[in-house]
């Protein structure tokens, strides 16, 4: 007969090999990099089209990088150098994106009559978009409108407010896909008249 006293050492040691015959954790596979061996990790592979992600293709990316206004002397609707060169850079991106139109804005710092800074805007404008045409800009896809003084970029009574004021601004955005219209059935049936008696 077993004693008080060996009871809790007999159930110790039986727990103790109850824990021994557990089967072990598995162990999972070892991770294989294929790109370990070349030194640096992933392997280049190469530009995506369009740009990172195509973030070329977008109007953030016209306005911000390829820049979006070009600025203009008083009362002159001749391109300067520095125009023609932003102008340049415009037609370039159109050029690629197809997929965008463009609005050529003009507009007139706020000296002058109400019509005579709207005349100055349209013509600001159409010196802009004849550029970018003869840079190879189809001009279907560009159409000019002018503000006048009606949009200041800056508001003061000052030459700095007027210089940044007499502009044109270019806002590209992307054309809406067409979409193919299937012919409409006639409603007469073939040989009737509709709505005929019996």
Same mark, same amino acid.
């Given at each position: 007969?077993?004693?008080?006293a060996?009871?809790?050492?007999?159930?110790?040691?039986?727990?103790?090999?109850?824990?021994?015959?557990?089967?072990?954790a598995?162990?999972?596979?070892p991770?294989?990099?294929?790109?370990?061996?070349?030194?640096?990790?992933?392997?280049?592979?190469?530009?995506?089209?369009?740009?990172?992600?195509?973030?070329?293709?977008?109007?953030q990316?016209?306005?911000?990088?390829?820049?979006?206004?070009?600025?203009?002397?008083?009362?002159?609707?001749?391109?300067?150098? #520095?125009?023609?060169?932003?102008?340049?850079?415009?037609?370039?991106?159109?050029?690629?994106?197809t997929?965008?139109?463009?609005?050529?804005?003009g507009?007139? %710092? %706020?000296?002058?009559?109400? #019509?005579?800074?709207?005349?100055?805007?349209?013509?600001?404008?159409?010196?802009?978009? #004849?550029?970018?045409?003869?840079q190879?800009?189809?001009?279907?896809?560009?159409?000019?409108?002018?503000?006048?003084? %009606?949009?200041?970029?800056?508001?003061?009574?000052? #030459?700095?407010?007027?210089?940044?004021?007499?502009?044109?601004?270019?806002?590209?955005?992307?054309?809406?896909?067409?979409?193919?219209?299937?012919?409409?059935?006639?409603?007469?049936?073939?040989?009737?008249?509709?709505?005929?008696?019996?």
């Amino acid at each position: 007969m077993m004693n008080a006293a060996t009871k809790p050492v007999l159930l110790a040691a039986l727990l103790g090999l109850a824990a021994c015959t557990q089967p072990a954790a598995p162990v999972a596979p070892p991770v294989v990099d294929p790109y370990a061996s070349t030194g640096g990790g992933a392997v280049f592979q190469g530009d995506l089209a369009g740009g990172v992600l195509g973030a070329e293709a977008t109007a953030q990316y016209f306005r911000g990088t390829v820049g979006d206004t070009v600025l203009f002397p008083a009362d002159q609707t001749t391109l300067t150098p #520095e125009a023609r060169t932003i102008l340049a850079g415009q037609a370039a991106w159109l050029t690629r994106h197809t997929g965008f139109t463009a609005v050529v804005q003009g507009h007139a %710092e %706020e000296t002058g009559t109400r #019509e005579y800074n709207l005349a100055l805007g349209a013509r600001r404008a159409s010196a802009a978009q #004849e550029y970018l045409v003869a840079q190879g800009v189809a001009p279907g896809r560009i159409r000019t409108l002018s503000f006048g003084k %009606e949009r200041p970029a800056a508001s003061c009574s000052d #030459e700095g407010c007027y210089a940044q004021n007499r502009r044109v601004v270019t806002v590209v955005t992307e054309a809406a896909p067409t979409v193919a219209m299937a012919p409409v059935a006639s409603a007469a049936p073939v040989g009737g008249v509709v709505g005929a008696g019996m």
